[in-house]
C-alpha cells in the first residue's frame, strides 16, 4: 500500500515508524533496519525517510557523527533508490549544518544515475533557501568543467535567487556565455524564475543590462513573460505589464 493510499491518521504513524526504524538502524548500525524505506518504490515512503534524518539530526547532536557514517555507507548500495535518498537526507541535513553534508553532494554530483544527480539540485534547492553557507558551493562548482555539474549546480540556485536574488545574480553572470544548450537554458530558467517577486523583475533587468552577453536579455524577456503568466497570481507584475515592457524596449518577440 503506498503511502497515500493510508488514511491521514495512518500516514502520521507510518511517519513514526520510519522515523524510530531510523534511529535504530543508526544506533545500532544495522542498515537492513532502514533500508526497504531508503529502497522503496513510493517517492513519498522515500522522503518520509529522508525527512526522518534531517529532523533526526538536528535534535539528536550527539550522533551526528554517526549518521554522517551511516549516510555514507548507504550511498554505497547499487540501488538508484537508496543513494537517491542518501542525498536528499544530506540536502536536509545541509539546511542547517551545510558543511556537514558538503561532502556527500558532492559525490551526488557525479553519481552515474539521473535521478541520484537530480537530488543534488532538489538538496541545493532545499538548502539554500534557508542557509547562506551554501553559496560557497555554488562558487566551488558552478564554472566546473563538467557541463552537467554546472547545471545541476545552477537549478540548485534557483530558489535562493527567488529571495536573495543579489546574492546569486555574480555567480549567474559567470555563465552568461555558455556554450551548452543545456547548461545555457537552464541559465534563462533560472533568470525568469527570480524575476516575478516584488522588487526582483527591476533588479535582474538592470543586472542583465550590463551584461556584455545582448542575447542573454532577449532569452531572458521571453522567458520572464512565460514565467509572470504562470505564477500571476504571485508576481509583482501582471503578464501584461511585463511583456509591454520589453516591447518598449525593443525586444522582437
Same mark, same amino acid.
Given at each position: 500500500?503506498?503511502?497515500?493510499? #493510508? ?16 534511529? $535504530?538502524?543508526?544506533? /545500532?548500525?544495522? +542498515?537492513?533496519?532502514? #533500508? ?71 559525490? @551526488?554530483?557525479?553519481? *552515474? ?9 532538489? @538538496?541545493?534547492?532545499?538548502? @539554500? ?22 547545471? #545541476? !549546480?545552477?537549478?540548485?540556485? &534557483? ?5 536573495? *536574488? /543579489?546574492?546569486?545574480? @555574480?555567480?549567474?553572470?559567470?555563465? /552568461? +556565455?555558455?556554450?551548452?544548450?543545456? !547548461? ?15 522588487? $526582483?523583475? =527591476?533588479? !535582474? !533587468? ?5 551584461? &556584455? ?22 508576481? &509583482?507584475?501582471? /503578464?501584461?505589464?511585463?511583456? =509591454? ?9
Amino acid at each position: 500500500m503506498s503511502f497515500y493510499d #493510508l488514511s491521514e491518521k495512518d500516514r502520521i504513524l507510518k511517519k513514526d515508524e520510519i522515523a524510530e526504524a531510523i534511529l $535504530c538502524s543508526v544506533t /545500532q548500525n544495522d +542498515f537492513d533496519i532502514a #533500508l526497504p524505506y531508503f529502497a522503496d518504490e513510493d517517492t513519498y515512503i522515500r522522503k518520509a525517510a529522508y525527512q526522518a534524518v534531517g529532523k533526526l539530526y538536528v535534535k539528536q547532536a550527539d550522533i551526528r557523527e554517526a549518521i554522517l557514517s551511516w549516510l555514507s555507507s548507504l550511498y554505497q548500495y547499487a540501488h538508484e533508490n537508496v543513494r537517491q535518498t542518501v542525498i536528499y537526507a544530506a540536502g536536509e541535513i545541509a539546511a542547517k549544518h551545510f558543511e556537514d553534508a558538503a561532502a556527500l553532494l558532492e559525490k @551526488g554530483l557525479i553519481d *552515474p544515475h539521473h535521478s541520484v544527480r537530480n537530488a543534488v539540485t532538489g @538538496g541545493l534547492k532545499n538548502a @539554500g533557501s534557508k542557509n547562506p553557507s551554501t553559496l560557497a558551493f555554488f562558487e566551488k562548482h558552478i564554472k566546473s568543467s563538467d557541463p552537467e555539474i554546472r547545471r #545541476l !549546480v545552477l537549478h540548485g540556485l &534557483e530558489l535562493r535567487g527567488r529571495t536573495h *536574488p /543579489q546574492e546569486i545574480i @555574480g555567480l549567474l553572470r559567470e555563465l /552568461q +556565455f555558455e556554450k551548452n544548450k543545456r !547548461v545555457r537554458d537552464m541559465l534563462i530558467h533560472v533568470l525568469g524564475q527570480i524575476s516575478y517577486k516584488k522588487g $526582483c523583475f =527591476s533588479f !535582474v !533587468v538592470k543586472q542583465l543590462e550590463g551584461w &556584455e552577453n545582448k542575447d542573454v536579455f532577449t532569452a531572458f524577456a521571453k522567458e520572464a513573460i512565460e514565467v509572470h503568466g504562470r505564477y500571476e497570481k504571485f508576481s &509583482e507584475l501582471t /503578464q501584461m505589464q511585463v511583456e =509591454s515592457f520589453f516591447v518598449a524596449k525593443g525586444i522582437e518577440l
